[in-house]
């Protein structure tokens, strides 16, 4: 069993930045993807951004290319979201996810965090 611990949310302004964490225990293999997504309420949950466990492969939704980078921080099995730029658009819960083998897609994800809340206010 994979656990994962989502920190880091808070209330910004526009332009601010965030930097949400993703603490990993438990069970984890050398070819772990490690995801980020964001729902709001009444939406579904869509994906962000993703990161193979090396840190070889990343990828990002278009929304967010430029803005936010994925990293990990390997000795910590860690990994963080630095969000810059924020816009109100960017409001939601965010949660961390994790699978064996690399992916974007939410449905192959099957571990999750209990999500952080991330408001941008006007």
């Known amino acids: 069993q994979v656990q994962l611990v989502e920190s880091g949310g808070g209330l910004v302004q526009a332009g601010g930045s965030l930097r949400l964490s993703c603490a990993t225990s438990?069970?984890?293999?050398?070819?772990?993807?490690m995801g980020w997504f964001r729902q709001v309420p009444g939406k579904e949950r869509v994906f962000v951004a993703a990161i193979s466990r090396g840190g070889s492969s990343t990828y990002y939704a278009d929304s967010v290319k430029g803005r936010f980078t994925i990293s990990i921080e390997s000795a910590k099995n860690t990994v963080y979201l630095q969000m810059n730029s924020l816009k109100p658009e960017d409001t939601a819960v965010y949660y961390c996810?994790?699978?064996?083998?690399?992916?974007?897609?939410?449905?192959?994800?099957?571990?999750w965090g209990q999500g952080t809340q991330v408001t941008v206010s006007s």
């Open positions: 996810a994790a699978r064996a083998g690399f992916s974007t897609r939410r449905a192959e994800f099957d571990h």
């Open positions: 438990g069970r984890t293999f050398s070819t772990y993807t």
